[in-house]
């Protein structure tokens, strides 16, 4: 099956600071979303993204499908954005079947 | 409109307890998606529902696990004999339709305990 590989697995950020996340794939995809988990455990589906760029407030997100992967750009970060980050994609041939990756830990300390 | 809706949010069972867990997709939504998320692990796909289908199955344990999605009501996600292994988190999301590449939304999980 496909393979989705995160990076970093673990990231501290200092308010304020600007990071971003990887997310590497091993074929070609015709859906890649990205979730946040917060700390209370609830994902949020950030973006949409099997192409191209989005952009919503703070955040960002790139996906290259031709290159197989995509980044995820947080910018000014807040104590709030704690939490884990994933990436996860569908193959066409897979039919509705999400595959995540194993996320990006971000804690921003105040 | 409501979201993916779960319930319930936890469940504590005992080992040898059945646990249901229930799912009611967003409106106009009848397709159902289960995963799992084991402790400090991402999520991992278990089984696909449409109204009265079990569509994939392929990431369902072979025994104690099973799961429908009835003409009238929520989908059930039911394990037998729970065990403490089956402690973890479990997330539904559902679409209106079944084409890669349309987005989908998971409701806020329930998480199971065995003690």
């Known amino acids: 099956g496909i393979q989705v590989e995160q990076s970093p697995p673990d990231l501290i950020l200092q308010e304020g600071a600007n990071s971003t996340l990887r997310c590497n794939f091993s074929?070609?995809?015709?859906?890649l979303q990205w979730f946040h988990q917060n700390p209370w455990g609830q994902l949020i589906n950030l973006f949409y993204i099997p192409s191209g760029t989005k952009q919503n407030g703070r955040l960002s997100a790139t996906t290259v499908a031709t290159e197989r992967y995509s980044l995820l750009y947080i910018s000014s970060s807040q104590t709030t954005d704690s939490g884990v980050y994933f990436c996860a994609v569908a193959k066409e041939t897979s039919g509705s079947r999400l595959t995540f990756g194993e996320g990006t830990q971000l804690t921003v300390n105040p | 409109n409501a979201g993916v809706m779960q319930n319930p949010r936890h469940l504590v069972r005992r080992r040898g307890q059945e646990a249901r867990l229930r799912c009611s997709p967003m409106k106009g939504h009848s397709h159902v998606y289960w995963y799992r998320q084991l402790p400090e692990e991402g999520l991992k796909f278990m089984v696909y529902l449409q109204k009265e289908n079990i569509i994939d199955e392929s990431g369902m344990p072979k025994e104690r696990f099973s799961a429908e999605f009835p003409k009238e009501g929520p989908s059930i996600l039911r394990i037998q004999q729970v065990v403490r292994g089956d402690s973890a988190a479990y997330f539904c999301?559902?679409?209106?339709?079944?084409?890669?590449?349309?987005?989908?939304?998971f409701g806020s999980g329930t998480r199971l305990t065995v003690v």
């Open positions: 999301a559902s679409s209106p339709r079944n084409r890669v590449g349309y987005g989908y939304t």
């Open positions: 074929d070609s995809v015709n859906n």
